[in-house]
């Protein structure tokens, strides 16, 4: 749908992915929002999910 360039869009269907158990492909889909990322800031959060899912962790919200 995005053709791979929208990291935010990316970057919502790996914590989909993750939140369903699916942590591969959760990665997969995280790896790509960094590399669409528009800006710094954006890599490194995208980097952290990153690393989250690759760590077999779904993205929870702080306070949550």
Request: overall charge negative; hydrophobic content about 50%; proline content about 3%.
């Amino acid at each position: 749908l995005t053709n791979h360039k929208d990291a935010a869009a990316l970057a919502a269907l790996a914590a989909a992915e993750a939140e369903l158990g699916r942590f591969d492909e959760a990665a997969k889909q995280a790896a790509a929002a960094v590399a669409a990322a528009p800006d710094a800031d954006a890599k490194a959060q995208y980097e952290a999910h990153l690393k989250r899912f690759q760590d077999k962790q779904p993205l929870r919200l702080e306070g949550a």
